[in-house]
């Protein structure tokens, strides 16, 4: 099964940016759907930004405009780049990938990266 591990996480001041990159290991996840969920304190887990293997993106509303995520088939790499950001966007930022089989899905998690924003 594949691994996944997030990087690039940390402190930032409101209004600037940051990068977030998710290296998978164990298998390529070419044909995976990826994304980007994140989680607040005492706050459900939410999908930010996903990816599908045809390159097609979509975003929540709340950073619309303001996050990008892309991928990287070959380094086996997602990344989530981050501006304007704002203290809401404060949360441990989880990779995500989706594999579909013929029979259902398996899902996978990185371990999680701290973001956060300072006002």
């Known amino acids: 099964q594949v691994q996944l591990a997030e990087s690039g996480g940390g402190v930032v001041q409101a209004g600037g940016s940051m990068r977030l990159s998710c290296t998978a290991s164990g298998s390529p996840f070419g044909t995976y759907l990826l994304g980007w969920y994140r989680q607040a304190p005492g706050k459900q887990r939410e999908l930010v930004a996903s990816i599908t293997n045809g390159g097609g993106t979509n975003y929540a509303d709340s950073v619309w405009g303001r996050f990008t995520i892309s991928r990287d088939n070959a380094k086996n790499t997602v990344y989530l780049e981050m501006n304007s950001l704002k203290s809401e966007d404060t949360a441990v930022y989880y990779c995500?990938?989706?594999?579909?089989?013929?029979?259902?899905?398996?899902?996978?998690w990185g371990q999680g990266t701290q973001v956060t924003v300072s006002s």
């Open positions: 995500h990938a989706r594999n579909t089989w013929y029979h259902g899905e398996e899902n996978f």
